[in-house]
């Protein structure tokens, strides 16, 4: 028979860099379960991911017990990463930051394609340039 599922917590850390302190313990300590267990097991499944900001989805079963799924990082994170810009424009429209290429946003829109909403790999590319554009990117060809 499968467990009961208490609730799902979803967080946004930085890889290999979980600890009880909030944001995790404000979010997994009042659900009852071992918090040094979830980052223990968090901080080694991310390891060879430092530096980047990683979404995961944690299932909270009524027995205390837990499990959880590790995504991708966010687009403008993988962005950022790409074209080595530290962050994205303040004024976006009338400021622009930098240029990303179109086989950027190609290795992007793959790598991200997984956690996407579309199995389409030109969608993804849109969804991917959109929010170039929005940091204040420059798509060239």
């Keep these: 028979m499968a467990k009961k599922i ?16 909030p ?37 909270i079963f009524e027995d205390r017990t837990f499990t959880f799924i590790i995504k991708k990082p966010p687009v403008s994170d993988m962005i950022k ?6 962050k994205g424009s303040g004024t976006t429209g009338r400021e622009k930051i930098g240029k990303i290429t179109d086989a950027q946003i190609t ?9 996407l909403n579309t199995k389409d ?12 554009k929005s940091m204040g990117f420059e798509i060239v060809a």
Aim: glycine fraction near 8%; include cysteine.
């Design 23 to 59: 944001p995790v313990g404000t979010a997994l300590g009042p659900q009852g379960i071992k918090i040094m267990d979830f980052c223990n097991e968090f901080n080694e499944k991310t390891k060879d991911m430092k530096g980047s900001l990683i979404p995961s989805v944690i299932t």
């Design 81 to 86: 990463k790409a074209t080595g810009i530290a």
């Design 6 to 21: 208490k609730t799902v917590v979803k967080l946004a850390l930085m890889a290999g860099m979980a600890n009880p302190a």
């Design 107 to 115: 290795k992007i829109a793959q790598d991200k394609l997984v956690d």
């Design 121 to 132: 790999l030109e969608a993804a590319k849109h969804m991917v340039a959109g929010t170039a």
